[in-house]
């Protein structure tokens, strides 16, 4: 993309800032009065605004004049920043670090539409039968219900596994991937998501 001029970032801006108040764009004519110009100068600018591809318009229609995306903004609507909150066992549940530790960039191809994702670590190799392996990112759609033998994160006495989870008549029962591993038995179990996808760097 080429610089533009001062006056030419100015007609941009004034043109981003009507598109902004009233949702059409301005008319040349709306441009040339508001900085003075004649109306050929005006087209001049919006002219030279498209060349430069700042700006584009569907033919010479009045109020078909848009702003033009930038890689950035093109980038954003395809790709999804998860917010990595730390570490979760696959094991003897570890108790989990809330902050975040960063982000995870995914297609948004590759996530549900209106969903909430977070993205945690996984420690230990109670998941290995399930192919979840030690210091694999696992993707969570944040829910707090599951459905019997899906793979949840959830909080058991405030520490945070990674587990295959199973409503029984009277109890849950979070259960490991590994035959290392027995069962978790409990009464209260708050889930925190179900797994959507691991990430495995190699």
Same mark, same amino acid.
């Given at each position: 993309m080429k610089e533009l001029t001062k006056r030419q970032k100015e007609v941009l801006s004034f043109?981003?800032?009507?598109i902004n108040k009233h949702s059409y764009p301005p008319t040349i004519r709306d441009i040339a009065e508001h900085f003075k110009f004649s109306v050929k100068g005006a087209y001049d600018h919006v002219a030279a605004l498209k060349r430069k591809n700042f700006l584009k318009q569907d033919g010479n229609r009045s109020r078909t004049?848009?702003?033009?995306?930038?890689?950035?903004?093109?980038?954003?609507?395809?790709l999804a920043k998860i917010p990595i909150v730390g570490t979760v066992a696959a094991g003897v549940p570890i108790l989990s670090e809330e902050n975040w530790e960063g982000t995870l960039t995914l297609h948004r191809s590759s996530?549900?539409?209106n969903r909430v994702y977070f993205? /945690?670590? /996984?420690? @230990?190799?109670?998941?290995? @039968?399930a192919g979840i392996m030690d210091g694999d990112m696992a993707v969570i759609e944040k829910q707090n219900a599951a459905v019997n033998g899906e793979i949840v994160v959830a909080v058991v006495d405030e520490a945070v596994t990674l587990k295959r989870f199973y409503k029984e008549n009277s109890r849950i029962k979070l259960q490991a991937e590994n035959p290392d591993y027995k069962p978790i038995y409990c009464q209260d179990v708050r889930i925190l998501g179900r797994l959507a996808q691991i990430i495995r760097q190699y």
């Open positions: 043109i981003a800032a009507h004049m848009a702003l033009t995306e930038t890689k950035e903004e093109e980038d954003n609507k395809l996530l549900k539409k993205a /945690v670590r /996984v420690r @230990g190799d109670s998941m290995q @039968g």
